[in-house]
């Protein structure tokens, strides 16, 4: 089983990012699962959703506490909620920033986690580009596809075309495949430096 926990704040499509997520997954032929945990409801608050993605029927409904991956859609998280609590070693860490890791003060703890699994993406500045807004749980969707390989850049624009329609649809579908050429080449930009 494959497990997601996507850290935001209220009002950046956290919850319906992990939905998307999960109809990724299903058109993909696979089972998946989403759903959120809230605090106070009310934007700006801190919000976490969940996704489990396997190839079987997944029985599981508690909060995942030990994440195969991270998508942090708000940096300023980082200071007030353990985002990295109970992320695997091995796991994957996608993070809503155009500055990097060491900018962010998390150099030396992400510098432990596999360099090709980590990322930082402008996501925002992205969905302002494309959507004219901030909304970058598309984006970020896009930009999992590319880190995680757990779905398929082609699913994720699906999932998007059933969540949303006409030019809000094909602006997050811009959006989000902007977002995995991005990752892809800060990728290959990292394994050129080692």
Not at 19 to 30: D, N, V, W
Not at 115 to 123: D, F, S, T
Not at 155 to 183: L, M, P, Y
Request: aromatic share 6%.
């Amino acid at each position: 089983m494959f497990q997601v926990r996507i850290h935001g704040r209220g009002g950046q499509g956290v919850v319906t990012g992990a939905e998307m997520l999960s109809i990724a997954a299903f058109l993909e032929g696979k089972h998946a699962q989403a759903f959120p945990s809230f605090g106070s409801e009310r934007t700006g608050a801190p919000v976490v959703a969940f996704c489990r993605i396997d190839t079987k029927e997944i029985r599981l409904r508690e909060p995942i506490m030990a994440p195969d991956a991270l998508i942090i859609q708000d940096p300023t998280l980082l200071q007030s909620v353990d985002v990295f609590q109970g992320l695997k070693k091995d796991g994957y860490i996608l993070l809503n920033s155009g500055r990097g890791f060491d900018a962010l003060g998390i150099g030396e703890f992400v510098s432990a986690f596999r360099q090709e699994r980590i990322c930082c993406l402008p996501a925002t500045e992205i969905a302002v580009k494309h959507l004219g807004r901030p909304m970058p749980n598309a984006v970020l969707l896009g930009g999992f596809a590319a880190i995680s390989g757990a779905i398929t850049l082609e699913s994720v624009h699906a999932a998007i075309r059933d969540k949303f329609g006409g030019k809000v649809a094909d602006a997050n579908v811009a959006a989000a495949t902007d977002a995995f050429e991005t990752v892809k080449s800060l990728i290959a930009q990292e394994a050129s430096h080692a």
